[in-house]
């Protein structure tokens, strides 16, 4: 990300360098590795497995979002990572809620 | 458009009034992958509501094979990172560079497809079609989803590298590439999700 002030006066755009990109691709291997291993193997019980699952699920999108999205070099105002912030709180109501709604309804049953 | 708007204005205010324009589509364009997250949260959430409900048929756990879907979420991972290697490719100016890591990055995708129409023969064979089960219909649909998506990318991704290789780079296929190198990253990101909630979730 050393390259990231550089950039930013030429074009105003900015989109990382390769090195970069190398971290992102390696961090992302990593990450889905990870859970992979965990599932195959069986290394934990089935709760952690699944916070597995999501933990590296999640750090592996920020890895996107920074290392190949580049989110983290936007100029002020960010409408990008406002709008983005908006798509998760959407994105959580809906799954959350859904997976709630339908617990209880088959309490109910 | 954008060619007339950036037609009618110096060349030296050019630079400027043009970037603007363009960086405007290219908000236009996240805020429809904005968009596309609630399309791809209601699908999530109602596959993750309907896994129980699999009616006496076939469960995941069962049919799913690991292998190619291991091999496929590879695939596409390398096709984000080749992406954004056409990227700077085209900052740096390099034409022959960026046409060919897009072209990289299409193949993959389409090696990528190719492996998931093959999943679902193999699926709908042993008897998991999209009318076995609620299970198997929240499947098809999210999945599917996003299978389409990637294929409109292919073609997208196609018609830019003609584009490219006719226009060259100018501030108008710039301003395309990064929108479709966007769109990418975007669907490695949901294939992440669909990957850890559908695929590793249903075999641990």
């Given at each position: 990300?050393?390259?990231?002030?550089?950039?930013?006066?030429?074009?105003?755009?900015?989109?990382?360098?390769?090195?970069?990109?190398?971290?992102?691709?390696?961090?992302?291997?990593?990450?889905?590795?990870?859970?992979?291993?965990?599932?195959?193997?069986?290394?934990?019980?089935?709760?952690?497995?699944?916070?597995?699952?999501?933990?590296?699920?999640?750090?592996?999108?920020?890895?996107?979002?920074?290392?190949?999205?580049?989110?983290?070099?936007?100029?002020?105002?960010?409408?990008?990572?406002?709008?983005?912030?908006?798509?998760?709180?959407?994105?959580?109501?809906?799954?959350?809620?859904?997976?709630?709604?339908?617990?209880?309804?088959k309490?109910?049953v | 458009?954008?060619?007339?708007?950036?037609?009618?204005?110096?060349?030296?205010?050019?630079?400027?009034?043009?970037?603007?324009?363009?960086?405007?589509?290219?908000?236009?364009?996240?805020?429809?992958?904005?968009?596309?997250?609630?399309?791809?949260?209601?699908?999530?959430?109602?596959?993750?509501v309907l896994r129980d409900n699999t009616a006496g048929g076939p469960i995941g756990t069962d049919l799913i094979?690991?292998?190619?879907?291991?091999?496929?979420?590879?695939?596409?991972?390398?096709?984000?990172?080749?992406?954004?290697?056409?990227?700077?490719?085209?900052?740096?100016?390099?034409?022959?560079?960026?046409?060919?890591?897009?072209?990289?990055?299409?193949?993959?995708?389409?090696?990528?497809?190719?492996?998931?129409?093959?999943?679902?023969?193999?699926l709908v064979?042993e008897g998991a079609a999209i009318s076995t089960s609620a299970f198997w219909s929240a499947f098809y649909?999210?999945?599917?989803?996003?299978?389409?998506?990637?294929?409109?990318?292919?073609?997208?991704?196609?018609?830019?590298?003609?584009?490219?290789?006719?226009?060259?780079?100018?501030?108008?296929?710039?301003?395309?590439?990064?929108?479709?190198?966007?769109?990418?990253?975007?669907?490695?990101?949901?294939?992440?999700?669909?990957?850890?909630?559908?695929?590793?979730?249903e075999?641990?």
């Open positions: 990300m050393a390259s990231q002030h550089h950039s930013h006066e030429e074009t105003g755009h900015t989109h990382g360098s390769l090195k970069s990109y190398i971290i992102g691709f390696v961090l992302s291997i990593v990450l889905t590795i990870i859970p992979l291993f965990a599932v195959l193997n069986d290394w934990f019980n089935r709760t952690t497995t699944i916070g597995v699952i999501l933990v590296t699920a999640v750090l592996q999108f920020l890895v996107q979002l920074i290392f190949f999205m580049h989110i983290r070099e936007e100029d002020k105002p960010r409408y990008n990572l406002i709008s983005l912030i908006f798509a998760a709180l959407l994105l959580l109501t809906i799954v959350i809620g859904s997976i709630w709604i339908m617990t209880y309804n309490v109910a | 458009m954008a060619q007339a708007h950036s037609n009618a204005h110096g060349h030296g205010k050019h630079d400027h009034g043009h970037h603007d324009l363009e960086s405007l589509k290219q908000f236009g364009f996240w805020l429809f992958m904005i968009t596309d997250v609630i399309l791809f949260s209601t699908l999530f959430a109602t596959f993750i094979e690991m292998n190619g879907i291991i091999i496929s979420t590879f695939i596409l991972l390398t096709s984000s990172f080749t992406s954004g290697l056409a990227l700077l490719s085209m900052n740096k100016g390099d034409k022959k560079g960026l046409i060919l890591w897009l072209a990289v990055s299409a193949l993959l995708g389409l090696s990528f497809i190719y492996l998931e129409v093959n999943e679902f023969i193999h064979h649909t999210l999945v599917g989803t996003h299978g389409l998506h990637v294929s409109v990318g292919i073609v997208w991704m196609t018609a830019i590298i003609i584009q490219i290789a006719k226009r060259g780079i100018t501030p108008v296929t710039k301003r395309k590439v990064n929108i479709i190198s966007l769109y990418w990253h975007f669907l490695d990101a949901v294939w992440i999700f669909v990957f850890s909630i559908v695929y590793l979730m075999v641990m």
